[in-house]
């Protein structure tokens, strides 16, 4: 079984989001997908064999002022309005309705990462955790601390699962796969550095969170750096833009947004090689 993992990476989604829109094209589907941030989400849609509707969010609804920036921060607390984004805008009633039927009745098994606000330890969502118009998982999995506030589900406060396992490779080998395709929106070779105690200073109420952001680089370059060992015995396969043509985490850029899709969407074809080289 090949697991597709997708790290996110914030604005930069749009990149892996043509990689899934191509694969939806050729109609490859999923076995088995584990989403990290953002990337939970764009895998949401792949999982549900919604082509381009991911891309919409990046082209569109993350243009509008409500959803993300200043007006966001004013509303919500957070710059990213992570219920209008994952939630709001994926109901039934909403104006790009996530098809749910299909997301849970796919034969994938699709597990969403985030971390425990308490704690600091990852915790595994499983999609048929979800229910019809409430999406608050993917809100859970894509809180960034600093930028967003932690979500609660369950009376539990929830922040991004990449503070936990930001590259979640083993829980994908654990789960059954013997393969794995590693979907990141940096270039390969770009490594996190350390962040500064600043970060301390904007979440002294949950400690431990404070301690893996000051660490996170260390999980995140090991993690890189064991699937680029993986690779070397096709065991796994990274997809990585070459550049991010001046888009960012939080850096809006809406030619650079095309480009990068047009990126992701042409750098899929290795997928689909890897996928089926041993048939």
């Not at 219920?83 to 805008?89: A, N, Q, V």
């Not at 096709?234 to 030619?255: F, H, M």
């Amino acid at each position: 079984m090949t697991g597709f993992i997708d790290i996110g990476g914030s604005l930069r989604g749009i990149y892996t989001s043509g990689v899934y829109d191509y694969l939806m094209d050729r109609g490859i589907k999923p076995e088995y997908c584990i989403g990290v941030s953002s990337g939970s989400a764009n895998l949401t849609a792949f999982v549900a064999n919604q082509p381009g509707r991911t891309a919409r969010f990046y082209k569109d609804y993350l243009y509008e002022s409500k959803a993300f920036g200043v007006e966001s921060l004013l509303r919500t607390g957070s710059l990213i309005n992570l219920k209008y984004i994952y939630s709001d805008i994926s109901l039934s009633t909403g104006k790009d309705p996530l098809d749910y039927n299909s997301l849970v009745g796919s034969g994938c098994k699709f597990t969403i990462v985030s971390t425990v606000a308490k704690t600091g330890k990852p915790h595994y969502f499983d999609k048929s955790e979800m229910k019809p118009d409430d999406y608050s998982i993917l809100n859970a999995a894509s809180a960034m601390p600093i930028l967003c506030r932690p979500v609660k589900i369950d009376g539990t406060l929830y922040c991004d699962g990449g503070v936990s396992d930001p590259i979640p490779y083993k829980k994908a080998f654990a789960d059954g796969c013997d393969k794995i395709v590693l979907c990141i929106t940096k270039p390969v070779d770009y490594r996190k550095t350390k962040l500064t105690s600043i970060a301390k200073a904007f979440i002294p109420q949950y400690p431990d969170i404070a301690a893996l952001l000051m660490n996170m680089h260390e999980k995140y370059n090991g993690g890189i750096e064991a699937v680029m060992e993986l690779e070397k015995q096709g065991k796994a396969l990274i997809i990585a833009p070459d550049d991010c043509c001046g888009v960012d985490t939080a850096k809006k850029n809406k030619e650079g947004s095309q480009k990068l899709y047009e990126k992701g969407y042409r750098d899929a074809e290795k997928i689909e090689r890897f996928l089926y080289s041993n048939v």
